[in-house]
């Protein structure tokens, strides 16, 4: 095919705020985790599909199936859909203590 360009799975933006490998990262209506570090303004690959293990808002319990949204102001995942970004779905439950700040998301890459 002459117009094909990549696979998509991965894809470089540039990153809206300075983000570490592993870091969520929400650029307009497109989400993904950065592969590597950049500052802010500097382009980063990201992945937009997989499962990864995200930062979670704490005492949010997660139930596997639970849809996942990212709050771009405190950079971190939750089940609270109000001005947040639809990224996925949780695959496997998280108990909602203080300490429980990791969530274990399938990214829907449909953005």
Partial sequence: MKNYVQPGNTI??????????GDGL????I????????A????IEVA??????????????WSAGDKVYWDNT???ATKTATANTLIGVAT???AGGAGDVLGRVR???SF
């Fill in 107 to 109: 990214l829907n890459g």
């Fill in 40 to 43: 802010n303004a500097e382009t």
């Fill in 74 to 76: 405190n950079k971190e």
């Fill in 92 to 94: 496997e439950a998280v």
């Fill in 48 to 61: 937009l599909t997989g499962v990864f293990d995200l930062k979670k808002v704490a005492s949010q319990a």
């Fill in 31 to 38: 989400f993904g985790v950065a592969a590597g570090d950049a």
């Fill in 26 to 29: 929400l650029v307009g209506s």
């Fill in 12 to 21: 470089t933006l540039t990153a809206p705020y300075a983000v570490t490998s």
